[in-house]
């Protein structure tokens, strides 16, 4: 493992703190406890900010924001644990972001790993910015594969 793969913990918002800090950094509401959940990016032992899984309708969908301050969290290990969590643990069909227009280093990596745009709202946050809609599905996703074999 590298050294990049071995800064980065993550670590499961038990208290709402995460999921607070995350929803503050990103200028979006706080999420409803009941559909949400978040975890936490450690490095070096220091919050460097986390993913916050909204809206979640298990077998179905479920929304997701990331903020962190620090680019080494974004390792092929996060990234399985993430959409792990999405397509095994709760069994979603797609996965969605809202995206600024203006964030290319976001749109970049959204759509590299495996995201496509699929609409856009104009004017949409409070400040009037515009956000690109992105979804994925479990087929989609370069960081998850299904377990399914094909039996000829």
Do not use: H
Not at 115 to 124: D, L, P, S, T, V
Not at 133 to 152: A, Q
Request: net charge positive; charged share 30%.
């Amino acid at each position: 493992m590298n050294k990049a793969a071995e800064s980065c913990k993550i670590v499961i918002d038990d208290d709402g703190r995460i999921a607070k800090l995350i929803a503050g950094k990103l200028e979006m509401e706080e999420a409803n406890p009941e559909n949400s959940a978040a975890l936490g990016f450690l490095i070096n032992g220091k919050m460097a900010g986390g993913i916050l899984y909204t809206a979640l309708k298990p077998g179905n969908e479920v929304w997701l924001s990331i903020y962190s301050d620090d680019k080494r969290w974004c390792t092929r290990r996060v990234l399985k644990i993430i959409f792990g969590i999405v397509f095994d643990l709760w069994g979603c069909r797609r996965v969605n972001a809202l995206i600024d227009v203006d964030n290319q280093a976001s749109l970049r990596l959204a759509t590299g790993v495996g995201f496509r745009k699929e609409g856009k709202m104009r004017q949409y946050r409070e400040n009037g910015r515009d956000v690109y809609v992105l979804g994925m599905l479990k087929n989609e996703c370069k960081f998850f594969k299904t377990k399914e074999k094909n039996n000829v």
